[in-house]
């Protein structure tokens, strides 16, 4: 297995981390912070809340979400405990065959052949409910991983679809829309560990990416590290106890024709504390046709279609191909 970065000592930066100075993270100094979106609130406030906000800036955070504070801090934990796993526990794990489901891998390029990104990464994969074979695929190390992450992804999976009944009611389409195959693929969980850098400034943890997926939640821990474009800068986006980021994947996109955009977003290491930050996809099946929903396109007074239709299956053929830059991505599929 490559080395892992954790459970290593860096004294310096290796070259092959150091990226060009255009793509270092600039310290910049963009004051916009994601709204925070009480969930707990009447239904008509979160509904225009998480409507304005993902319009506005495709990121929000939201708390008092549902999950129980006690399936996140179990799921924290063993994640951050895997990490600390003795290399010859987690070696069986490693892989850098992208087709497989469960993995773990580190420092990876992206295909690009150039710089490398300062993460290691637990891959999960599972259907819903999920099945006692797939859980048997996930790590057996540490103990009760495989429980705490089978709990974790039935309570992330329901309030994603929460979150799409709240879109779809703001957007004007049925509330469960997104119910069938649209949300009924694989549900994906990265475990994103970035060790202590000696050198933040210079490299990346994460490349700026749009997620390939419908919507994606990401738990961030209390250690900042998640930048979010905004109008060519970047927001750093300041961890919330509790909260989960909410953004939304270049399939939910096409599905609304536009209305609700996937961002760019990145993720910088940090030089003290390391940061494990937990990302929960929901995709559609590789046979799902999305297109823009024709509620939303097409006709009358709505706008024309902008993007193709795609079966998810073709949709992740070209994003690997043409890379996880918005522009690639909207030029593959923009009508
Ligand atoms: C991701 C992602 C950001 C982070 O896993 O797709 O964008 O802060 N993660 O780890
Ligand atoms: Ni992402």
Redesign the pocket.
Known sequence: MQNLLSGASHETLPDSFIFPAEQRPPASAAAVALPVIDLSGPRDEVRRAVLEAGKELGFFQVVNHGVPEQVVRDMEACCEEFFRLPAEDKAAFYSEDTSKPNRLFTSTTYGTGGERYWRDCLRLACGFPVAADARDAWPDKPDGLREAAERFVASTRRLNLELLRLLCEGVGLRADYFEGDLSAGDVVV?V?HYPPCPDPARTL??PP?C?RNLI?L?L?GSVA??QVSYRGDWIRVQPVPGAFVVNFGHQLEIATNGLLKSIE?R?VASAAVPRT?V?TFIMPTDDCLVAPAAELAGGGDKPPPRYRAVTFRDFMKVYKTVGARRESVEKAFKI
């Open positions: 990265n994103n943890g994460l990416h997620d994606t990401l961030q590290g998640l977003h993720a930050s990302a």
